[in-house]
């Protein structure tokens, strides 16, 4: 109970502080600005924006073409005699006489001939709803259906590509031929309610409401059956409303508690906090509450909002807890704002890339259940998804949020949060904060486990990235990439106790070091691997990830060498040759990769 209530009294500090950051006389003129935005959202929802209002000009000589496209506001339309249109049509866009359309030659005229070609579609459509044989007007209904995706990705073997599935050829119809009446009862709806659902769908902006729809739970009167016009292909971005619908918010919620850590800093108002017994750990746990809890609801009423099952916060709750640590770290390393601002940006680009590029490839391949976001797709498309999904696209932010808490707790204190040194030294002192003087080979296995939920990331991140260019363009540059994400990972720990403690690292002790670091890593690479990675391996890009899984000892030799190769490096040379060290040790491992991949090197 006492922990609960000093937590408890530390998120009511933190909601009353940020409550208070705006002054006295600066409150009102934000509320009376969000007011007025409010109204001015309003007004213009109800009645329109007419900023293109009679930016195209178009001349005829026909009454009737006049009034259809003068309800186009974009449209200023002129009834001229056929004699007064020069040949040029200038000083007009387009023009229509004797039945002919001409465009100007120009981007706008181009531009003015593209919304007359929508504006007459639309009239053709109205004409057709208006028709007294509806299904004479529309002969031909498309039944849609979804087919899982058969793509195989498997590795293929000495460069061979994979044959198609055995036994499915195109689809084609099947069955007689029957007269069914129009419309047909099994419908269970009229024909005057299928002309009012035409009517509304010709109504629509098809650019927008592509993207709407996904979010939509409202369906067809005719229910899978649509018109060839209303059929399009399904589009890979339609994910990206999503994106920005959760995670835009998620993000802009976080930035308050960055910005927080780092008033505390600037204005030293942390001090008091760190002066009081109060453990660390409920110090940082009370100020992230508040924020944790508005994002959660945040995302409850969006998901109320859409109509979605809530099963859908479930996967945005690593994500939550994810960018709520990183925001911890980020704003404990920044020294101003505009670093934190450039460091902020930075992140957010990342994060929300290694978010939305892979929900783009949902229902088509393994990699796209490496983010969350992929599981709401399939929420709202209706599509089950098991615990082994949910394992494999959130453990990895599970634990990358454990280990950016563990270390912010290990440096919140005085010394680490008002420093002013640069960014990278700041980085290996929170890094040297988790080495134990009295376990230095301990505490450099942990920090090479606990490296690798970063660098599965990191190469999750080049897998998603690479993933679209040719074979086997993709296949080297991911061998390159990984190797080099691996060895800088690798060296971290090391690298950071040696400048901790040159001395420390006679040839027998560094030798002791490159190995804890290489068993620490294998370990943590293989059980990570083995318990939620298991799908991806079965892909060609998987193998360069994860290879030679069955003879552990030889990636233990090759990690153990890549440092040996390394640290040496740094020990002769300094920093110049820790660089150096792993440029070669990345050659060793794409060599090792490539061999275990295509035996190029037999």
């Given amino acids: 109970m006492g922990a609960a209530r000093e937590i408890a009294t530390i998120a009511r500090w933190e909601v009353k502080k940020t409550f208070s950051v705006m002054s006295r006389g600066l409150l009102p003129v ?33 009454p009737q073409v006049a009034s259809l496209f003068a309800s186009d506001a974009r449209f200023a339309v ?15 866009d387009l023009a229509i006489a004797g039945g002919r359309v001409y465009t100007a030659q120009t981007e706008k005229g181009k531009s003015a001939q593209k919304t007359l070609e929508r504006d007459y579609a639309k009239y053709k459509a109205a004409v057709y709803t208006g028709a007294d044989d509806l299904f004479a007007a529309y002969p031909l209904w498309i039944d849609t259906q979804s087919v899982a995706s058969e793509l195989n990705f498997s590795a293929p073997e000495a460069g061979r590509f994979v044959p198609a599935p055995p ?102 108002q942390g001090e008091p906090l760190l002066s009081t017994p109060v453990k660390t750990a409920y110090i940082i746990t009370g100020k992230m509450l508040p924020y944790f809890f508005g994002m959660l609801l945040i995302c409850a009423v969006l998901t109320l909002y859409i109509r979605a099952p809530l099963s859908i916060l479930l996967p945005l709750v690593p994500v939550i807890l994810f960018f709520l640590a990183s925001a911890l770290v980020i704003g404990m390393l920044a020294r101003s704002f505009k670093e934190l601002s450039f460091i902020s940006i930075f992140f957010s680009t990342v994060a929300t890339s290694y978010l939305f590029f892979p929900s783009i490839f949902a229902n088509v391949h393994v990699i796209s259940l490496i983010s969350p976001l992929t599981l709401i797709v399939l929420t709202i498309e209706g599509t089950a998804w098991t615990a082994a999904d949910y394992c494999y696209a959130t453990v990895l932010f599970w634990l990358t949020s454990a280990v950016l808490f563990y270390i912010a707790a290990r440096n919140f204190n005085e010394e680490r949060l008002f420093s002013e040194k640069p960014l990278l030294p700041r ?54 990439f990984a190797a080099f994400v691996e060895e800088a990972a ?75 190769i390394v640290a040496f490096s740094l020990k002769r040379w300094g920093r110049i040759g820790a660089a150096a060290g792993l440029v070669a040790a990345g050659i060793l491992h794409c060599g090792y990769n490539l061999y275990f991949l295509k035996g190029w090197l037999t």
Avoid at 36 to 62: C, K, N, P
Avoid at 78 to 92: C, R
Wanted: net charge negative.
């Fill in 30 to 62: 934000a509320i009376v600005l969000f007011l007025l935005l409010i109204a001015v959202t309003g007004f213009a929802a109800q009645s329109g924006l007419h900023i293109q209002d009679g930016m195209y000009r178009l001349a005829t000589d026909d």
């Fill in 427 to 480: 980085c290996r002192e929170f890094l040297a904060g988790a080495i134990s003087r009295a376990h230095p080979y301990a505490s450099l296995f942990c920090i090479a486990l606990a490296t690798i939920p970063f660098v599965f990331m990191a190469q999750m991140m080049g897998l998603v990235v690479l993933f679209n260019l040719p074979m086997p363009v993709s296949l080297v540059l991911l061998i390159v």
């Fill in 167 to 268: 036994g499915r050829g195109p689809l084609v119809p099947a069955g007689t031929v029957e007269d069914v009446p129009t419309p047909s009862p099994a419908l269970g709806v009229t024909k005057e309610d299928i002309r009012a659902g035409l009517v509304a769908s010709s109504s629509q902006n098809t650019q927008v409401s592509r993207y709407t729809d996904v979010l939509s739970t409202q369906k067809s009167v005719m229910g899978t059956f649509v018109t060839p016009d209303q059929l399009s292909p399904p589009l890979p971005f339609d994910s990206i409303i999503l994106v920005f619908v959760f995670i835009f918010p998620l993000y802009f919620t976080s930035q308050f508690f960055m910005m927080s850590i780092m008033n505390e800093r600037i204005e030293r």
């Fill in 78 to 92: 002129y009834v001229v005699d056929p004699a007064a249109i020069p040949p040029a049509i200038a000083p007009y």
């Fill in 490 to 564: 690798k060296a971290a720990g090391i690298y950071t106790f040696f400048l901790l403690d040159p001395a420390f690292f006679t040839t027998k002790r560094l030798v002791l070091a490159c190995a804890a670091t290489a068993f620490g890593f294998l370990v943590g690479e293989k059980l990570l691997l083995f318990a939620t990675l298991a799908e991806i391996t079965e892909s060609v890009f998987g193998n360069v990830l994860f290879l030679s899984l069955g003879v552990l000892w030889l990636p233990f030799l090759l990690h153990f060498a890549c440092l040996l």
